[in-house]
């Protein structure tokens, strides 16, 4: 191999402190937490009560100008009550780590790429992708230049953190005991990772693109249209008309890169399922009170504990309501009792990758349009859990951004070909100021101060929904947008020629936005954020905009509306997949009959079906397995070895074949010409006796709930059998992938056939004639240790639709408070 000239190196990284290996850490811990749990020794018991967080009591606090109150309701919902922000971050900091450390530590420790010093092997993949990113230099970097007073803030915090770790009563919680570890000191950085995080995850677009380019190398431009239709028409464009032209020297590449990148196929992965949330805002003409209503659920990837900590933060300056999350000061999602706002994922297309090719004259060098160009080059070293020595990479980054193929054995033997992938990502560019933008957001009292803060916004891009207690209502997209010069995303693209470069990011006020729209209301649920007039490319392709539609014609029916009639759309179940596929399907088989007494008797049912996903009913089961089924069957023989480009429930894609392309309903593989009435009833006969062997022989029988179950599973413990029955929490809920409420499923096996893994976590709804009555809940509990009443104590409220109102808790009444801590300022 040519040597190569590192450029610059990174910061020295400390060797984690166990000093045996540990090959095995999942089995033992199987084995001694299934004793514990199993009623295992009373030692052992009493061992893992100890680490359960105190509530009650004094506690000194360095670092305090003055004594904060910390009250809990009944559900472990903390109020904290300061004489200043700095305080109460720094109270927040230390609540934070009693009730969730290990969620903390996994976070900061999958941002900083260190993950396999914990789990070994397991944790190796994401390591290497994030040093390959560089997402914990870029935090390092971001609090940095940040303002003094974010900055003090961040401080505060991990002051906070660190004070709990230094001074808890008992032992660490049972998982940092299992792994022998010892969490280090809380530093800024720790926090702000957790933004870059965020943005990697919600922004998703690097693997569409290794998605079509797979699908690209097997499919005609056609019927790369046909698997991708778009949601308005008028925008269809060819896909894939050019790719052949430049890529690639070895066509695997793009096969190679998807098996081997965190979060593919069996690999777990903390960044599944992030294509989805509502928000929506009525302004006062429109709601019972006079005043704006403002709605929002996000939908995130489940887990135990759940992302969201629900808060309450009381001081002479400032006062907040709603939901922090564990590793950082500031609200994600609330109100401070002049404003509310709200989030959805925009769906922008913030990442491309690029094709580059090396110099051939110097491997040290890759080709550009103005001439080869010097890789910046530095290494890593990740420290495993179990081995000698540590694991070394090089990372090589281009002027698009790191090289990713790097990360992947299969694709990096093919750049001998000359050949690289770099991927481009608007995170990743200097001056990050999200963490100060979400300082700012907390402290905005009216429209122009929340722009101004939105301003600071980098990553992710999202869609702010606004409502005022002067009676506004508003709308902003905020973040950086690149400009291509030319090219839409959704491919990737060569680096070499200069044309489908970056030239800049959209303009702040360029970005969609609005306050006071004259029809009085904003509804966005993933849909697309503005018209086909806008001047600038957002995104190529948008979410099926159904749900967004269902809240719409909702909003038509209750107005004046309030917070009741709000839970009701919250809640709704009426599927869009079963609106838009179902009568086709109904039609096709009227041409190919039923086949079957037992499809018949499902057929009748689906016919009188008013398409509500209720858990207790058969219906949503018998569509749900009909349309995972029919979907492979039109499509997985044209794709053969890249058919998961193509995974779950696609009725957009499954109705425009049937309705207008009746070639997809051919089996490719067969002399026999297949109809598509043909392939729909062998679809559904197929589904009807996989469910047969689960659920027996009768449809009317059948249960959605039975398979529909919503699994939080812990990050440890979930992975660990026996162990994940009887820590994971699950529930049987209702939804779908394309309900208001949703309820995203994998398309698994068995019993896990239609588990749900994905959904509105948190719900909230506020109302601006008195925020304090604003109502949220979260979907699981505000601890993260498995043994503590708080664990899982919110998750059947949260499925059946109630909330807690914790800006009217009155010390005295109704229980309140349930627990009292005061954190007392250093004696001088």
Same mark, same amino acid.
């Given at each position: 191999m040519t040597p190569i000239d590192f450029q610059r190196e990174r910061r020295p990284v400390r060797p984690p402190r166990y000093r045996r290996p540990w090959g095995k850490w999942a089995a033992y811990a199987g084995l001694i937490v299934a004793a514990l749990l199993i009623g295992g020794t009373g030692g052992a018991v009493m061992v893992a009560r100890m680490s359960l967080p105190n509530y009650d009591g004094e506690i000194i606090l360095s670092g305090l100008a003055a004594a904060v109150t910390v009250t809990r309701d009944e559900f472990g919902v903390p109020r904290i009550e300061a004489g200043n922000m700095t305080d109460a971050y720094r109270a927040l900091g230390y609540i934070h780590a009693a009730?969730?450390?290990?969620?903390?530590?996994?976070s900061r420790r999958t941002g900083a790429g260190r993950l396999a010093e914990l789990l070994g092997e397991p944790g190796l993949g994401f390591d290497k992708l994030m040093r390959t990113l560089g997402l914990y230099t870029r935090a390092e970097e971001s609090v940095a230049a940040m303002a003094r007073t974010p900055r003090s803030a961040l401080q505060a915090y991990a002051g906070g953190v660190n004070a709990w770790l230094e001074n808890h009563d008992g032992p660490l919680p049972p998982e940092f005991l299992l792994l022998r570890h010892t969490p280090e000191p809380w530093v800024p950085a720790d926090s702000a990772v957790w933004g870059l995080l965020m943005a990697l995850q919600l922004s998703d677009n690097w693997r569409g693109e290794i998605d079509r380019a797979r699908a690209a190398l097997r499919l005609t431009p056609d019927q790369m249209i046909d698997l991708w239709p778009p949601v308005d028409p008028d925008s269809a464009t060819t896909l894939a008309e050019n790719f052949d032209t430049y890529c690639c020297a070895d066509r695997q590449i793009f096969a190679r890169l998807a098996d081997d990148l965190p979060g593919s196929g069996t690999q777990m992965s903390p960044f599944a399922f992030a294509s989805a949330s509502n928000e929506w805002v009525v302004s006062g003409d429109h709601s019972e009170s006079g005043l704006p209503l403002l709605a929002n659920d996000p939908h995130l990837g489940f887990s135990a504990p759940l992302l969201w900590y629900l808060v309450e933060i009381v001081t002479p300056s400032l006062s907040l309501t709603g939901v922090s999350v564990p590793g950082m000061p500031f609200l994600m999602l609330g109100h401070n009792g002049h404003i509310a706002w709200g989030l959805t994922t925009t769906h922008a297309d913030v990442q491309d990758l690029f094709i580059e090719r090396v110099d051939p004259a110097d491997p040290l060098r890759y080709l550009t349009a103005n001439g080869a160009s010097q890789f910046d080059v530095r290494r890593e070293e990740i420290f495993v859990r179990g081995r000698e020595k540590p694991e070394t990479i090089t990372v090589r980054e281009t002027y698009h951004g790191p090289v990713i193929s790097d990360i992947s054995p299969g694709a990096a033997t093919l750049t001998g070909e000359g050949e690289m992938i770099a991927l481009a990502f608007n995170a990743l560019a200097p001056d990050n100021r999200t963490p100060e933008a979400l300082y700012d957001l907390n402290r905005a009292e009216n429209w122009a101060e929340f722009t101004a803060a939105l301003e600071k916004f980098a990553a992710p891009l999202q869609n702010f929904a606004y409502a005022d207690t002067d009676g506004h209502i508003g709308f902003y997209v905020p973040g950086r947008l690149p400009i291509r010069k030319s090219g839409d995303g959704r491919l990737p693209?060569?680096?070499?020629?200069?044309?489908?470069?970056?030239?800049?990011?959209?303009?702040?006020?360029?970005?969609?936005?609005?306050?006071?729209?004259?029809?009085?209301?904003?509804?966005?649920?993933?849909?697309?954020?503005?018209?086909?007039?806008?001047?600038?490319?957002?995104?190529?392709?948008?979410?099926?905009?159904?749900?967004?539609?269902?809240?719409?014609?909702?909003?038509?029916?209750?107005?004046?509306?309030?917070?009741?009639?709000?839970?009701?759309?919250?809640?709704?179940?009426?599927?869009?997949?079963?609106?838009?596929?179902?009568?086709?399907?109904?039609?096709?088989?009227?041409?190919? +009959?039923?086949?079957? /007494?037992?499809?018949?008797? !499902? @057929?009748?049912? *689906?016919?009188?079906?008013? %398409?509500?996903?209720?858990? &207790?009913?058969?219906?949503?089961?018998?569509?749900?397995?009909?349309?995972?089924?029919?979907?492979?069957?039109?499509?997985?023989?044209?794709?053969?070895?890249?058919?998961?480009?193509?995974?779950?429930?696609?009725?957009?894609?499954?109705?425009?074949?049937?309705?207008?392309?009746?070639?997809?309903?051919?089996?490719?593989?067969?002399?026999?010409?297949?109809?598509?009435? +043909?392939?729909?009833? /062998?679809?559904?006969?197929? !589904? @009807?006796?996989? *469910?047969?062997?689960?659920? %027996?022989?009768?449809?009317? &029988?059948?249960?959605?709930?039975?398979?529909?179950?919503?699994?939080?599973?812990?990050?440890?413990?979930?992975?660990?059998?026996?162990?994940?029955?009887?820590?994971?929490?699950?529930?049987?809920?209702?939804?779908?992938?394309?309900?208001?409420?949703?309820?995203?499923?994998?398309?698994?096996?068995?019993?896990?056939?239609?588990?749900?893994?994905?959904?509105?976590?948190?719900?909230?709804?506020?109302?601006?004639?008195?925020?304090s009555t604003s109502q949220m809940i979260i979907a699981t509990g505000q601890s993260g240790h498995p043994l503590s009443r708080h664990f899982g104590d919110l998750t059947r409220m949260w499925r059946d639709g109630d909330y807690l109102t914790p800006g009217t808790r009155r010390n005295g009444e109704d229980g309140f408070p349930a627990s009292r801590m005061v954190f007392l300022p250093s004696p001088r």
């Open positions: 009730d969730r450390m290990f969620q903390m530590e996994m693209v060569p680096g070499w020629t200069g044309e489908f470069d970056w030239t800049g990011f959209v303009p702040f006020d360029e970005m969609p936005h609005k306050l006071d729209p004259p029809g009085g209301r904003i509804v966005n649920a993933n849909n697309r954020v503005a018209g086909r007039s806008y001047p600038h490319l957002i995104a190529a392709d948008w979410p099926d905009p159904g749900r967004a539609a269902r809240i719409g014609r909702m909003l038509d029916d209750i107005s004046p509306a309030d917070s009741t009639t709000f839970k009701s759309i919250q809640l709704d179940i009426k599927s869009s997949a079963v609106e838009m596929l179902l009568p086709t399907l109904l039609d096709h088989m009227t041409l190919a +009959g039923a086949g079957s /007494v037992q499809a018949q008797n !499902a @057929l009748d049912l *689906l016919k009188d079906w008013d %398409g509500r996903m209720d858990r &207790d009913r058969p219906e949503p089961l018998i569509f749900t397995a009909w349309a995972a089924e029919l979907g492979p069957t039109l499509y997985n023989d044209e794709l053969g070895d890249a058919a998961d480009v193509a995974f779950g429930i696609r009725p957009r894609t499954v109705l425009h074949m049937l309705d207008g392309k009746p070639e997809w309903c051919d089996d490719v593989t067969t002399p026999t010409l297949e109809s598509c009435p +043909g392939r729909v009833g /062998v679809a559904l006969r197929t !589904a @009807l006796a996989t *469910l047969s062997e689960i659920a %027996g022989d009768d449809p009317a &029988d059948w249960r959605w709930g039975d398979l529909h179950k919503a699994r939080f599973s812990h990050q440890i413990f979930g992975r660990v059998p026996i162990l994940r029955d009887l820590i994971d929490i699950e529930i049987e809920t209702d939804g779908d992938n394309f309900t208001v409420n949703r309820g995203t499923h994998i398309l698994g096996q068995g019993d896990d056939m239609f588990t749900q893994i994905h959904g509105p976590g948190y719900r909230a709804i506020y109302d601006l004639a008195d925020l």
